[in-house]
């Protein structure tokens, strides 16, 4: 019989990105989606018509317990979460409810259900939950030190998912995952701002880009590789943590220069630094390191920046020129 899979958080970036590997791997593919008439789903039913939808939310304790018993999952992705990171200073008791809380809720409907049994749990974790770095690169046991309430919110649910395999031994694991992106990338998230940026400014949309801080640095890498790394995970033999990254770090001013260039255009003519974008705290630098994930796992990164990026831009400039709205659901290529 195949495998059953729940993911909640399936109409964002990363669970389109799973649901179809799952769906390749043969899995039946189950999404938690909340709200009377959430948009998203439209635009992830066009893409992947096979999965199956079930309502719920994770601020809703008792619409997980009935997810999970109506599904009867083999495993559960939780990537559901207010995943942007200024956000969470204007809406911080909000995140701590659905990024943090929302994490207990779901071990505890899977605790209800099936005990300590047969159901795997996959925290969506982050490498946010490092914040000011003490050591660089970060491994699984690089202490946290959070600088936002959204890297602190995660944290919660990290230490909680190993609270839960330590306590009820619960097959239940935290993927540390860097900044991974694709032109399935919300608009709001440095990258995708970039990439529609520069190809609005090449189809003459738009006369300039405003950012906040061109000296962060990230170690940004490929969603569709990083969804692989969660399904790894799941399916060891151990329950264990992984650091998920390419091992390499870029600034937003290297992002910029890149996605410019690979329209033919030089970034300097365009980008506005604002004030106003920069973050009451900042994260200055990430850089992972994934040789855990290499070895026990076999999991490597196969798209290089610069590769990323470009395919990024690529995709924007069609969209536009096709007429598409980034905002509208039908956005996904
Ligand atoms: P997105 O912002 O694209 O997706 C977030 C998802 O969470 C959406 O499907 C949204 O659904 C859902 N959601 C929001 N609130 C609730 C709620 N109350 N109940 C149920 N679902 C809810 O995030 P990504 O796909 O980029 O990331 C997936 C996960 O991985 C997140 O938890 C994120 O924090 C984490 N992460 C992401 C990284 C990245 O670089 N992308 C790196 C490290 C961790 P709706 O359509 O209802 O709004
Ligand atoms: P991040 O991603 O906060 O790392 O969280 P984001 O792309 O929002 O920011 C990355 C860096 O770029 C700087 N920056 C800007 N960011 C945005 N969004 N908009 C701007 O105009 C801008 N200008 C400069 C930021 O200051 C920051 O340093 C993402 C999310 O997906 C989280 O959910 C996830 O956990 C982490 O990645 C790992």
Sequence with gaps: MAKRALITGITGQDGSYLAEHLLSEGYEVWGLVRGQANPRVSRL?????????????????????????????????????ISFVPMSWEQAELTAEVTGMGVLRMLEAIRVISGAGSIRFYQASSSEMFGQVRETPQTEITPFHPRSPYGVAKAYGHFLTQNYRESYGMFAVSGILFNHESPRRGAEFVTRKVTLGVARIKLGL???????????????????????????????????????????????????????????????????????????????????DPKKARAQLGWEPTVPFEDLIAMMVESDLRLLSDGGDPDQDSSWP
Aim: with cysteine; proline share 2%.
């Design 45 to 81: 039913r066009r893409l992947l018509g096979d999965v199956r939808l079930v309502r719920g939310d994770l601020l809703d304790q008792g619409s997980l317990i009935s997810a999970v018993e109506r599904v009867r999952p083999d495993e559960v992705y939780n990537l559901g979460a």
């Design 206 to 288: 738009a006369g300039e880009l405003r950012l906040g801080n061109l000296e962060a640095r990230r170690d940004w890498g490929f969603a569709g590789d990083y969804v692989r790394a969660m399904h790894l995970m799941l399916t060891a033999d151990k329950p264990e943590d992984y650091v998920i990254g390419t091992g390499r770090t870029q600034s937003v001013r290297e992002l910029i220069e890149a996605a410019f260039t690979a329209a033919g255009l030089t970034w300097q003519d365009y980008v506005v630094v604002d004030q106003a974008l920069h973050r009451p705290a900042e994260v200055d630098l990430l850089c992972a």
